[in-house]
């Protein structure tokens, strides 16, 4: 599978768009003074604290206190506020915890007031950015991601990654691990490290110890709130998280983007060094690559599908909802069983799409067609679940209930990637909205397949606004899209402009010149 990444670089924010086979699977948008991503590490202060919400809101610059919830401390917080009150008064002289006595662990039912005072100087790593009214969430648990490895302070467990399916290269990188990690630090390992080099896993871990030394000297004259160290940016992060022999190109728009992105992979991937393009075409890169049409089409209130099925997603504030619904796709030969079955099955690949694309989080309800047959929903569901196996999200789905509903929750990291599709129509003033216009002729042309495929109509007449019609004739003799009808459906389509029409009104006529209804 080819994956490409797209970096559209703008004086306010970065764009980033991941493909799959050309297709859009993942969009982020990170503002260019963007604070308190997940992993970033602050020097905060304890503000209040809840007892009755076993919870504690703590002071780390943003104009919301921070989230500090009793089940987010960790079990080895009391070390951590030992480390951080040793540094500060001077007792803790090295960033190296060799030497350093960890507290216990704290109960897993116990008090929030038993480990964070009012007014208490705290280590704090965002968890949840910023959503909606709500203030970052935070924990005291705090670990630093590398590409090969993740770094935990206060705790000397090594864990692979359960992706990881080999015995034999567990071991080895558990056995490599307990050689060279240093006292008091533990590791993840995760997929990417699978048969990597001594050298290669020893340097990561270098880099990542290096960045717990940075945050030492740091905390030493910080005054909170301070971030003490910043996680990479989205665009970093994610070819740190990402990238892999299945990487194939990388298009950035901007020089000085272009040369942080190439050193970074310089480092990290120096073999793949040569897929770096610095885009120089006319207009805008997304546009260029056609990843503008697909955002148009896929962030709107309705998204369509090959086949002709599309979905209805609705936003409420406890929930996501999803409707399936068939549109023109019923075959005459199929059963209304089998039909079902093919709608939701191509419905469940762009569900799990769409929950990666747009980042949702909580609760998501889908409300796939009905379907009779046991085996069919068993089969619905494993679809679904292998679909969500490429989701780096946690989440959880449950099997259809007998009315249809399938209900996924899905870890909510960050606020939810909104596009709004929706553009001013032309025909009306501004007084209303219509689809957006990129996809118009699209529109048109999905109509057009199912009266002659599906229909059977012999003689069709298309009446359209004059702009319309002149960009269906565009090109003439044998390149206009109306002779491309020509030649697939075997049949002449007329193509008339009618002035009293909106711009994007259309219809279709027989040879009675009767509306042919879809």
């Not at 090959?306 to 504030?317: D, N, Q």
């Not at 046991?374 to 679904?384: A, S």
């Not at 209303?432 to 002729?441: A, D, I, T």
């Not at 697939?488 to 040879?511: A, D, P, T």
Request: net charge neutral.
């Amino acid at each position: 599978m080819n994956h490409e990444l797209v970096i559209n670089s703008t004086p306010n924010e970065v764009i980033i768009a991941l493909l799959s086979e050309k297709r859009l699977i993942e969009l982020h948008r990170e503002k260019s003074n963007s604070q308190f991503s997940v992993g970033d590490i602050y020097f905060g202060k304890a503000k209040k604290v809840m007892t009755g919400l076993n919870a504690a809101f703590v002071d780390v610059g943003y104009e919301k206190d921070a989230f500090l919830h009793y089940l987010d401390l960790g079990p080895q917080a009391q070390s951590l506020n030992k480390y951080v009150e040793g540094v500060r008064n001077g007792k803790q002289n090295v960033s190296n915890l060799m030497y350093f006595k960890n507290e216990g662990d704290i109960k897993k039912d116990g008090k929030i007031n038993e480990v964070v005072k009012s007014g208490q100087h705290v280590l704090v790593q965002v968890a949840k950015e910023p959503i909606s009214a709500k203030g970052p969430r935070i924990t005291t648990e705090i670990s630093i991601a590398g590409r090969y490895l993740v770094l935990i302070p206060f705790n000397d467990k090594i864990s692979v990654s359960s992706k990881i399916r080999n015995l034999e290269e567990k071991n080895r990188l558990k056995e490599l691990m307990n050689a060279i990690k240093p006292k008091n630090f533990g590791v993840i390992v995760r997929t990417v490290a699978e048969h990597k080099t001594v050298a290669e896993l020893e340097g990561d871990l270098n880099d990542l110890i290096k960045k717990w030394d940075d945050c030492f000297k740091t905390l030493k004259t910080a005054e909170p709130p301070t971030r003490v160290h910043g996680e990479m940016d989205r665009t970093n992060t994610m070819l740190r998280d990402f990238l892999n022999e299945s990487f194939n190109a990388i298009h950035v728009n901007d020089v000085k983007m272009y040369e942080e992105v190439k050193t970074y992979i310089k480092n990290i991937a120096p073999n793949k060094i040569d897929i770096i393009k610095l885009f120089s075409g006319r207009g805008p890169i997304f546009d260029a690559l056609g990843i503008e049409k697909q955002i148009k089409g896929l962030f709107g209130k309705t998204v369509h599908m090959r086949s002709g099925a599309y979905l209805v997603i609705e936003h409420t504030e406890a929930l996501h909802v999803f409707d399936v619904n068939s549109g023109n796709r019923a075959k005459s030969d199929s059963t209304q069983e089998e039909n079902a079955l093919e709608v939701n099955l191509e419905a469940a690949v762009e569900v799990a799409r769409q929950l990666r694309l747009r980042d949702m989080g909580g609760i998501i309800v889908v409300d796939f067609i009905d379907m009779h047959n046991q085996d069919n929903r068993k089969l619905l569901y494993d679809k679904l679940k292998e679909e969500m196996k490429t989701d780096r999200a946690k989440h959880n789905i449950l099997p259809p209930s007998k009315f249809g509903l399938v209900q996924i929750t899905r870890q909510r990291l960050r606020p939810e990637v909104n596009v709004e599709v929706l553009e001013t129509c032309p025909s009306c003033g501004g007084t209303g909205k219509v689809q957006p216009s990129l996809l118009f002729v699209d529109q048109i042309e999905n109509a057009l397949r199912f009266i002659v495929n599906e229909q059977n109509e012999k003689s069709v007449t298309l009446n359209v606004h004059p702009y319309i019609e002149g960009f269906i004739k565009k090109g003439g003799f044998l390149r206009s899209k109306q002779w491309k009808w020509y030649f697939e459906y075997k049949q002449w389509i007329k193509v008339e402009s009618m002035v009293s029409y909106g711009f994007m009104e259309y219809r279709f006529l027989n040879k009675e010149q009767d509306e042919i209804v879809i």
